[in-house]
Nanobody, 126 residues
């Protein structure tokens, strides 16, 4: 059974940092696309970043480039999202997702992902 378990969310002040983790199990970790998505109240779920676990190629939404970094620890089957210089507009529920394929240029299409975690809340507020 595929399981994706997110952690690391919380309340942080503008300009602060958080690191989210996504622990994956129940499938062969290599050669998949692992993505981070977020959904704010009243908005569509949007792609934030993705990483191809087979080679480490990363993708980012324009809104987070230069502030967020996606990475992985293959030994732990875990994907991370380091979020720096956080803004109030980054407030959302953050989800980890698995796509059993390469990420490619369409990595941000949520319908292409096969499995989802339960989400972790990130709130950026003073």
């Amino acid at each position: 059974e595929v399981q994706l378990v997110e952690s690391g969310g919380g309340l942080v002040q503008p300009g602060g940092s958080l690191r989210l983790s996504c622990a994956a199990s129940g499938f062969i970790y290599s050669s998949n696309c692992m993505g981070w998505f977020r959904q704010a109240p009243g908005k569509e779920r949007e792609g934030v970043a993705a990483i191809y676990t087979g080679g480490g190629t990363t993708r980012y939404a324009d809104s987070v480039k230069g502030r967020f970094t996606i990475s992985q620890d293959n030994a732990k089957n875990t994907v991370y999202l380091q979020m720096n210089s956080l803004k109030p507009e980054d407030t959302a529920m953050y989800y980890c997702a698995l796509r059993k394929a390469t990420c490619g240029g369409v990595w941000y299409f949520r319908d292409l992902y096969n499995y989802w975690g339960q989400g972790t809340q990130v709130t950026v507020s003073s």
